[in-house]
């Protein structure tokens, strides 16, 4: 199968452009990646200043050179780069590899990396790079890189994608557990973008897992595709997504021209397409040595043995706080662990193991496959230190191995601390398919995220129901006039089958009577005037109103301070504030929020994102999701709200956010009131695009 990235990543011929014997350079470290044994392309130099390099001759200029060249790599100096990438077009070069970052100083607009884009474009040419480390097809066999990658890298099913080239290092040139399909520093992007290089990375058969270093995404549709394309392959993505906060982002723009981008949209995106989204490199290792293991996690928590008392209870303490479950094994199960164990041990998950020493080797073998097979156990871990050249550690590694190939489960290898997973015994055991994990917290991050990506593909696809057809039709004339009043947001919540509370319009005191006694008292009086976004800010709410006397004092105020256009509303029962929202994001489109409500919005920052439209189901699974969830289930004395009701109104204000995608930019529904008859909308707020 072809694919439009061939000629950069599997080239049959390679073009070195700044090739040098001068150790330490660039030019020598090229030849040395290249160089590597298994190499499939044929190589050639080319460098004026040299007639030949290591007995092989040097080339004056690629158009020397007497067959078509399918990727040159560009090892040289900014200066340099735009007459060298002139040449490589002119000699119909299909990609080109750039470590410089293309910055010059005093450089005319446009700058020298953007017309290095333009003319790539122009020209078709895929370009890795500039700023970046190179690549590492492994599966093909070919290394290109200015500093040279160990010679015990090797091929495996993890592919990676990189923004950073210290990431790339530090996967590639310092963790021998590792082997990769395909590893990509994409630098700057300048041609060629992280959507193409994951579509690639999914082509290749042996790529069984994806890592993703991300600043942001130059290809949102494409980015869009790829991950459907893996997901549809049922291929993990890991991401680390960094520019998180608004310091990170600003950072990204001056490191290499990324726009992050708001993280919200990020994380709706993720969801929706299963992508496993860590926080940090432990986590990101960590995620991509337990997928590379293919295995799936069976139903159920996780079952850990140790060594040690105190790590175990490390591990249940940490466990227990991420909100981690443990398998909750059987009698059965406790009557296995009780007969193989010495006096005094508790048969029970986390288990320690260890007592006098006294058939170490089988009490562990015996005991770990009793908690592997237990029915509640999705996977298992044996969470030890581990040393060279001790017979412990060997004899661990060993146990493992048997009872991994015994059981369909992930089984693997943890180090209590997270620097000793490159010794010789676990990087052997990694490579026996057996995944070794770095630090018991990461391991629990990691275990948490692999369970609800589980439980996410356990769900069944949900049919989404679409906008009722018309509405946007209703709406787009009066979107373009500008935003609504709030009368008119909760007319066109209410429209698109968000439950809305009754509201009548008034702009005179008599109206005001007139709706209050049509309404029924309490009541509540809002202020209504035109541009007056936000009212409680400015004291345009006054609740429980009960007789006309109170509602004539109080319409006064607000005539007098903030005009004489109100909106009258019956008080809303009691029951948890919640609030609906949606943003527009310049990348992905909508994007619906759905969180704590009322004075709390701010506070707790709880708030769930997704992309829209999605159904019930997926409605009440973000739900459940928030922190305050168990609220909804009624405390002290409250009756227990009606949260089916309020997944149906999440569901319809989704497929209001998709239908009017181009006419609004912000919605804001808050609060909205659940409680044991439902939930309905008290406030909203929309902004036309």
Same mark, same amino acid.
């Given at each position: 199968?072809?694919?439009?990235?061939?000629?950069?990543?599997?080239?049959?011929?390679?073009?070195?452009?700044?090739?040098?014997?001068?150790?330490?350079?660039?030019?020598?470290?090229? %030849?040395?990646?290249?160089?590597?044994?298994?190499?499939?392309?044929?190589?050639?130099?080319?460098?004026?200043?040299?007639?030949?390099?290591?007995?092989?001759?040097?080339?004056?200029?690629?158009?020397?050179?007497?067959?078509?060249?399918?990727?040159?790599?560009?090892?040289?100096?900014?200066?340099?780069?735009?007459?060298?990438?002139?040449?490589? %077009?002119?000699?119909?070069?299909?990609?080109?590899?750039?470590?410089?970052?293309?910055?010059?100083?005093?450089?005319?607009?446009?700058?020298?990396?953007?017309?290095?884009?333009?003319?790539?474009?122009?020209?078709?040419?895929?370009?890795?790079?500039?700023?970046?480390?190179?690549?590492? !097809?492994?599966?093909?066999?070919?290394?290109?890189?200015?500093?040279?990658?160990?010679?015990?890298?090797?091929?495996?099913?993890?592919?990676?994608?990189? !923004?950073?080239?210290?990431?790339?290092?530090?996967?590639?040139?310092?963790?021998?557990?590792?082997?990769?399909?395909?590893?990509?520093?994409?630098?700057?992007?300048?041609?060629?973008?992280?959507?193409?290089?994951?579509?690639?990375?999914?082509?290749?058969?042996?790529?069984?897992?994806?890592?993703?270093?991300?600043?942001?995404?130059?290809?949102?549709?494409?980015?869009?595709?790829?991950?459907?394309?893996?997901?549809?392959?049922?291929?993990?993505?890991?991401?680390?997504?960094?520019?998180?906060?608004?310091?990170?982002?600003?950072?990204?723009?001056?490191?290499? $021209?990324?726009?992050?981008?708001?993280?919200?949209?990020?994380?709706?995106?993720?969801?929706?397409?299963?992508?496993?989204?860590?926080?940090?490199?432990?986590?990101?290792?960590?995620?991509?040595?337990?997928?590379?293991?293919?295995?799936?996690?069976?139903?159920?928590?996780?079952?850990?043995?140790?060594?040690?008392?105190?790590?175990?209870?490390?591990?249940?303490?940490?466990?227990?706080?991420?909100?981690?479950?443990?398998?909750?094994?059987?009698?059965?199960?406790?009557?296995?662990?009780?007969?193989?164990?010495?006096?005094?041990?508790?048969? %029970?998950?986390?288990?320690?193991?260890?007592?006098?020493?006294?058939?170490?080797? $089988?009490?562990?073998?015996?005991?770990?496959?009793?908690?592997?097979?237990?029915?509640?156990?999705?996977?298992?871990?044996?969470?030890?230190?581990?040393?060279?050249?001790?017979?412990?550690?060997?004899?661990?590694?060993?146990?493992?191995?048997?009872?991994?190939?015994?059981?369909?489960?992930?089984?693997?290898?943890?180090?209590?601390?997270?620097?000793?997973?490159?010794?010789?015994?676990?990087?052997?055991?990694?490579?026996?398919?057996?995944?070794?994990?770095?630090?018991?917290?990461?391991?629990?991050?990691?275990?948490?995220?692999?369970?609800?990506?589980?439980?996410?593909?356990?769900?069944?696809?949900?049919?989404?129901?679409?906008?009722?057809?018309?509405?946007?039709?209703?709406?787009?004339?009066?979107?373009?006039?500008?935003?609504?009043?709030?009368?008119?947001?909760?007319?066109?919540?209410?429209?698109?089958?968000?439950?809305?509370?009754?509201? %009548?319009?008034?702009?005179?005191?008599?109206?005001?009577?007139?709706?209050?006694?049509?309404?029924?008292?309490?009541?509540?009086?809002?202020?209504?005037?035109?541009?007056?976004?936000?009212?409680?800010?400015?004291?345009?709410?006054?609740? $429980?109103?009960?007789?006309?006397?109170?509602?004539?004092?109080?319409?006064?105020?607000?005539?007098?301070?903030?005009?004489?256009?109100?909106?009258?509303?019956?008080?809303?029962?009691?029951?948890?504030?919640?609030?609906?929202?949606?943003?527009?994001?310049?990348?992905?489109?909508?994007?619906?929020?759905?969180?704590?409500?009322?004075?709390?919005?701010?506070?707790?920052?709880?708030?769930?994102?997704?992309?829209?439209?999605?159904?019930?189901?997926?409605?009440?699974?973000?739900?459940?999701?928030?922190?305050?969830?168990?609220?909804?289930?009624?405390?002290?004395?409250?009756?227990?709200?009606?949260?089916?009701?309020?997944?149906?109104?999440?569901?319809?204000?989704?497929?209001?956010?998709?239908?009017?995608?181009?006419?609004?930019?912000?919605?804001?529904?808050?609060?909205?009131?659940?409680?044991?008859?439902?939930?309905?909308?008290?406030?909203?707020?929309?902004?036309?695009?």
């Amino acid at each position: 199968m072809s694919h439009k990235l061939d000629r950069l990543l599997r080239p049959k011929t390679v073009a070195l452009v700044g090739a040098s014997p001068k150790e330490g350079s660039v030019g020598r470290g090229m %030849i040395t990646s290249t160089g590597m044994a298994g190499t499939p392309s044929k190589i050639y130099f080319v460098n004026p200043g040299y007639d030949e390099i290591d007995g092989q001759r040097c080339y004056k200029s690629l158009a020397e050179i007497p067959e078509r060249i399918d990727m040159a790599v560009l090892g040289i100096a900014n200066a340099r780069l735009e007459a060298a990438l002139d040449e490589a %077009i002119a000699a119909g070069v299909g990609g080109v590899t750039i470590f410089a970052s293309g910055y010059l100083e005093n450089d005319a607009e446009p700058k020298l990396t953007e017309r290095i884009a333009r003319k790539a474009r122009a020209a078709g040419m895929a370009i890795c790079g500039g700023n970046c480390m190179g690549f590492y !097809h492994l599966d093909f066999g070919l290394r290109v890189c200015g500093f040279p990658p160990p010679d015990w890298i090797r091929k495996g099913n993890v592919a990676f994608i990189t !923004h950073s080239g210290s990431a790339f290092s530090a996967l590639c040139h310092t963790d021998r557990r590792f082997g990769f399909s395909l590893a990509v520093s994409a630098g700057q992007e300048l041609a060629t973008n992280v959507a193409d290089y994951l579509d690639f990375a999914l082509d290749i058969p042996a790529t069984k897992v994806v890592g993703l270093f991300l600043e942001t995404v130059r290809d949102p549709q494409g980015f869009k595709a790829a991950l459907a394309k893996a997901q549809r392959m049922e291929i993990p993505v890991v991401a680390l997504k960094v520019g998180r906060t608004a310091e990170s982002a600003a950072l990204a723009v001056s490191h290499s $021209g990324a726009v992050a981008g708001n993280h919200a949209a990020y994380q709706a995106l993720f969801d929706r397409y299963g992508v496993i989204e860590v926080a940090n490199m432990d986590e990101l290792v960590n995620a991509l040595h337990l997928f590379s293991s293919e295995r799936k996690l069976a139903p159920g928590g996780l079952a850990t043995m140790h060594d040690s008392g105190g790590f175990r209870e490390l591990v249940l303490d940490l466990g227990i706080e991420s909100g981690v479950p443990f398998a909750k094994i059987s009698e059965a199960t406790r009557s296995k662990l009780a007969a193989r164990l010495e006096f005094g041990l508790e048969p %029970i998950n986390p288990l320690d193991a260890w007592g006098t020493g006294n058939d170490w080797a $089988g009490i562990f073998e015996d005991c770990l496959q009793a908690l592997v097979d237990d029915p509640d156990t999705a996977l298992a871990s044996l969470c030890v230190e581990a040393r060279d050249g001790y017979y412990l550690s060997a004899g661990y590694a060993d146990i493992l191995r048997r009872v991994a190939a015994r059981s369909t489960k992930p089984v693997f290898y943890t180090t209590n601390v997270g620097s000793n997973a490159n010794l010789d015994v676990v990087t052997k055991l990694a490579h026996d398919g057996v995944p070794v994990l770095s630090g018991v917290a990461p391991m629990l991050a990691v275990v948490k995220k692999a369970m609800a990506a589980r439980d996410r593909r356990a769900m069944k696809a949900e049919p989404t129901v679409p906008a009722p057809s018309g509405l946007r039709a209703k709406w787009a004339q009066r979107l373009a006039a500008g935003d609504l009043s709030e009368a008119e947001a909760l007319d066109l919540l209410a429209d698109y089958g968000v439950p809305v509370i009754a509201h %009548i319009h008034a702009d005179t005191l008599a109206e005001a009577k007139r709706a209050a006694g049509e309404i029924g008292y309490p009541i509540v009086l809002k202020t209504a005037q035109p541009g007056i976004q936000h009212k409680s800010d400015v004291g345009g709410v006054k609740l $429980g109103l009960k007789n006309e006397a109170e509602l004539a004092e109080s319409y006064a105020d607000l005539a007098q301070r903030l005009g004489p256009r109100v909106l009258l509303m019956p008080m809303a029962g009691k029951g948890v504030e919640i609030s609906f929202g949606m943003t527009l994001d310049p990348q992905f489109g909508p994007v619906v929020m759905v969180g704590a409500g009322g004075v709390l919005i701010e506070m707790m920052k709880d708030r769930r994102f997704a992309l829209p439209p999605f159904g019930p189901e997926e409605a009440r699974r973000h739900i459940d999701a928030l922190a305050l969830r168990p609220l909804l289930d009624g405390k002290r004395g409250a009756k227990p709200a009606h949260v089916a009701k309020m997944a149906e109104a999440l569901a319809a204000f989704s497929r209001l956010t998709a239908d009017l995608a181009g006419l609004v930019r912000e919605v804001d529904v808050n609060p909205l009131i659940v409680n044991d008859n439902g939930a309905v909308a008290v406030d909203a707020l929309i902004i036309a695009k």
